[in-house]
């Protein structure tokens, strides 16, 4: 009964909100390593090959130039992109800070711990 008076309270009195994602991401394979970006195709995600996008992202920080100029990720690989910037209208991402390898598990990216 107390269980139900506070769900019934918050229902009547809560206020509601839009779900922000901790992080943004891009996740896909890295098809191309250029001068100064990298591009990603998402279409390994989706259901329908023809439904999955291309980024080209920005690989002027630091941190994502080391681990292209290791090759801790190749062309190939499933990766997942970390970028506090923006995607433009025709996919460009800027601001990214961290690139990581990944596996897909039921079509989801899954950062390799």
Do not use: M, W
């Amino acid at each position: 009964e107390a269980a139900e008076n506070i769900i019934e309270y918050a229902e009547q009195n809560s206020v509601s909100t839009t779900v922000e994602p901790y992080e943004f991401t891009v996740a896909g394979t890295l098809v191309e390593v250029g001068d100064g970006y990298i591009v990603i195709d998402d279409s390994v995600l989706c259901k329908n090959k023809e439904d999955g996008k291309v980024y080209k992202i920005d690989t002027s920080d630091l941190r994502i130039k080391r681990c292209i100029d290791n090759e801790i990720v190749k062309v190939g690989d499933v990766v997942i992109v970390k970028y506090n910037g923006e995607i433009s209208e025709d996919n460009y991402v800027t601001g990214a800070y961290s690139i990581n390898k990944g596996t897909l598990e039921e079509s989801e990216p899954v950062i390799l711990e």
